[in-house]
């Protein structure tokens, strides 16, 4: 058998054969992203046998159904045009009905926004109806 001399590597291709191995080469990312795809098959195949242990798996059932009487009771609210944000009851955004029931509460007891711009403008009427500096300061001070 005719033996194969060796020939010894030059620095140009131990570069080149460098380049197909280092980090940005094809062969490492698609070795990385079989592992990667492994690993997260794997992962999921290790979650679902820790699921199935009877602690887990008790945790997991009641969870589920907390979420569902969560999901039941935010539904209700939200027919009611309420939404609870954090530890508080909020109006919802579409909640007309209930929005405007509140504001006919509130305008029965403290009145209209427009009451406020209609005692203005007759202040500035009783103003402009002033003889006297001092008659003008006074109405001035009623509405400060």
């Known amino acids: ?21 280092g980090s940005g080469s094809d062969a490492r ?21 820790k699921a199935k242990e009877p602690k887990v ?3 997991v059932k009641k969870t589920i159904d907390l979420r569902t009487q969560l999901d039941e009771a935010e539904d209700a609210l939200g027919v009611l045009g309420l939404e609870v944000e954090g530890n508080e009851v909020k109006l919802r955004w579409r ?6 029931e509140i504001d006919e509460k509130i305008e029965q007891k403290i009145g209209a926004e ?12 009783r103003v402009l109806k ?3 500096a001092e008659e ?9």
Do not use: C, H, W
């Open 1 to 21: 058998m005719p033996t194969v001399e060796a020939r010894k590597l030059s620095a140009s291709q131990r570069n080149t054969i460098i380049g197909m191995l």
């Open 29 to 49: 990312r698609k070795a990385k992203s079989e592992y990667r795809a492994l690993y997260e098959q794997m992962r999921e195949s290790f979650v679902k046998a």
């Open 57 to 59: 798996a008790e945790l």
């Open 95 to 100: 909640a007309e009905g209930i929005r405007r």
């Open 114 to 125: 427009v009451d406020v711009d209609r005692k203005f403008d007759k202040a500035i009427a």
């Open 130 to 132: 002033a003889e006297t």
């Open 136 to 144: 003008a300061a006074e109405v001035v001070e009623s509405m400060i």
